[in-house]
């Protein structure tokens, strides 16, 4: 008796391999981790003086630009985007060259090619929690002490993981035949940082505007987190948030949907 393994034939147990398969996941993650601060001088901490670089580029910003201070002061009120948006950009790049990136395993052995974006957005997550670090420092510094808002955070960044995660998918699969995609990620990535509040409030919007502005589901995001960490002080609306959820949701369904009808061919294209 022949027993033949491909990709999509045992649909119907292809979430069981995926949870059997999860220690792959983390060994992806733990090496993507690993290589991406082999032979640095500093090693991991870039991943704080990334994010910590363009927050004092965005505070340079504001004060170039004349804003008026908000309702928390200027560091948190950038960080607490930042923070977010280092994460976004990190892992929906990372996700959308994942397939192409481990084309040397998928050529050869079969498991759930949904292992594989899921690992970038794992390393990623990793970056996120060492960054974050660079936050509870800043609120110390500023006596900003945590309130009940911020069990909101990790609400906030399921959002962000959720959307990094259905954006990810589509694009990755994208990338396997179209190969401009990933001359188009990092332009989407650049282009929705200037759409997005990290340098201003989201307050600063018209209100003719506000609905959207609010069709960018990064604005709940970073409006969540500021609102989480400042205790209340910043705004955060169902205008902004429900768009968001929606979006993200709608996302992750077609970056599920698209990924798994051609995952199969994968190890021929690639």
């Not at 027993?3 to 992806?28: C, S, T």
């Not at 970056?127 to 909101?152: E, H, K, N, S």
């Not at 205790?231 to 599920?256: E, F, M």
Request: charged content about 15%; glycine content about 6%.
């Amino acid at each position: 008796m022949k027993l033949i393994v491909e990709p999509g034939r045992r649909a119907k147990n292809y979430w069981h391999d995926l949870w059997q398969y999860r220690e792959l996941m983390y060994f992806l993650a733990w090496r993507d981790i690993t290589v991406r601060y082999k032979q640095t001088v500093i090693g991991i901490a870039w991943a704080v003086l990334r994010p910590g670089l363009t927050m004092l580029a965005f505070l340079g910003f504001r004060r170039l630009a004349g804003l008026p201070p908000g309702q928390i002061p200027d560091a948190i009120l950038v960080s607490a985007a930042v923070l977010p948006w280092q994460f976004f950009s990190t892992a929906l790049t990372d996700t959308a060259g994942s397939v192409i990136g481990n084309s040397h395993l998928i050529s050869k052995v079969y498991f759930p090619r949904l292992i594989v974006p899921c690992s970038a957005i794992a390393s990623a997550l990793v970056d996120f929690l060492i960054t974050l670090c660079l936050l509870i420092i800043l609120m110390l510094a500023y006596g900003l002490v945590p309130r009940w808002q911020m069990v909101g955070l990790p609400l906030f960044l399921i959002l962000a993981v959720g959307l990094s995660l259905g954006l990810g998918l589509l694009f990755a699969a994208l990338n396997v035949e179209y190969r401009d995609v990933r001359y188009i990620v990092p332009f989407c990535v650049q282009f929705g940082m200037f759409l997005s509040p990290i340098a201003f409030s989201s307050s600063e919007i018209p209100d003719k505007w506000r609905l959207l502005y609010s069709l960018n589901p990064m604005v709940a995001v970073i409006d969540g987190f500021r609102w989480s960490v400042s205790g209340g002080a910043t705004s955060l609306d169902l205008i902004t948030v429900s768009p968001a959820v929606l979006i993200t949701v709608i996302l992750i369904l077609i970056g599920i949907t698209y990924f798994r009808r051609v995952e199969r061919s994968f190890a021929d294209v690639i």
